[in-house]
């Protein structure tokens, strides 16, 4: 399985960026998926999942600003982010898990100028 990731890009504080990650397999059996971020001199740390049921959940500096979403015909997840702040900025990874493994994409860098 592979999960190829993209939308990586520079934008300034307030703006908005679209990441997507599209596996090389069918998701609609997954179990859930998710992004993760890592700043720099930081752990990696949770952004936003998304159950098979379609519960969602998200970091708390992130609540209100970003959205996991994803399209079964394309196989793909999507982390629409908007109002950006300086404090986003780091490599996002997703992940998606089904019942024999967890997969992660490579990562995408993602900086916020202020």
């Known amino acids: 399985v592979q999960l190829q990731a993209s939308g990586e890009g520079l934008v300034q504080a307030g703006g908005s960026l679209r990441l997507s990650c599209t596996a090389s397999?069918?998701?609609?059996?997954?179990?859930?998926m998710g992004w993760y971020r890592q700043a720099p001199g930081k752990q990696r740390e949770l952004v936003a999942t998304?159950?098979?049921?379609?519960?969602?959940d998200y970091a708390d500096s992130v609540k209100g600003r970003f959205t996991i979403s994803r399209d079964n015909g394309k196989n793909t997840v999507y982390l629409q982010m908007s109002s950006l702040k300086p404090e986003d900025t780091g490599v996002y990874y997703c992940?998606?898990?089904?019942?024999?493994?967890?997969?992660w994409g490579k990562g995408t860098q993602v900086t916020v100028s202020s």
């Open positions: 992940m998606i898990s089904w019942s024999w493994g967890d997969y």
């Open positions: 397999i069918n998701i609609f059996r997954s179990d859930s």
């Open positions: 998304l159950t098979s049921g379609g519960t969602t």
